[in-house]
């Protein structure tokens, strides 16, 4: 049974590129939420997408968008890329719209310079 | 003032020590507490849930609510090396998909 699986692993950017990283949920789970982590700190909910909708959004700037698709992947889109971007963006799945059981993948590390 | 409150640690025992992990939080509308567990460049597993108030054993590992303090521990006994990565409480309210972490604690356990 496939747990949830993040791409691409690492990832470097410039200041002001534009990025997309991908998800894909553990099978059977069909909510996507997305995490940002920084460097020693918790993660800190981006949204969470439900039959293809943004179903609800933390504190995080327009710059921030995201994806779900018929098959309930999902992708995070970030445009104008800030040095403070720089963090471990986390994929979690879980069944339902509001499941606390969320199961995250390993994350995606993106470096932005 | 953040909403979850986590002491960052390092914490460092000897191999069989009981551990108490710590939690505080201001959201009264906080029902569902959860614990998860993090390896190094891994992403965070989770542990145990508590909804409301009370206990919850698995194993080794014990998880308490105190709400009326807003104030959740994490026990674990009989700590292993195998024990040593960053513990992250985390928390939701009654509705909603939105989890809020605590900033996490670095155990480590040696032999």
């Known amino acids: 049974d496939a747990g949830v699986t993040q791409s691409p692993t690492h990832l470097i950017k410039t200041r002001g590129q534009q990025v997309t990283l991908r998800c894909s949920p553990k099978s059977g789970h069909d909510t996507v939420s997305w995490y940002q982590q920084a460097l020693g700190q918790g993660p800190q909910f981006i949204f969470q997408?439900?039959?293809?909708?943004?179903?609800q959004r933390g504190n995080f700037p327009d710059r921030f968008s995201g994806h779900q698709f018929p098959n309930y992947s999902s992708e995070l889109n970030v445009n104008a890329l800030l040095l403070g971007d720089s963090a471990l963006y986390l994929c979690?799945?879980?069944?339902?719209?509001?499941?606390?059981?969320?199961?995250f993948g390993p994350g995606t590390r993106l470096t932005v310079t | 003032q953040k909403e979850v409150e986590q002491d960052p640690g390092p914490l460092s025992v000897p191999e069989g020590a009981i551990v108490s992990l710590n939690c505080t939080y201001s959201?009264?509308?906080?029902?569902?507490f959860m614990w998860y567990r993090q390896y190094s460049r891994k992403g965070p597993e989770l542990l145990m849930y508590?909804?409301?108030?009370g206990n919850k054993e698995d194993g080794r590992f014990t998880a308490q609510v105190d709400k009326s303090s807003k104030y959740i521990s994490l026990f674990i006994r009989d700590s292993q090396p195998s024990d040593s990565a960053t513990y992250l409480c985390a928390m939701r309210e009654n509705q909603g998909g939105k989890l809020i972490f605590g900033q996490g604690t670095e155990l480590s356990v040696k032999p």
């Open positions: 997408y439900y039959e293809e909708e943004e179903r």
């Open positions: 979690a799945s879980s069944l339902g719209g509001y499941s606390y059981e969320q199961y």
């Open positions: 508590t909804y409301s108030s």
């Open positions: 959201n009264s509308a906080f029902q569902y």
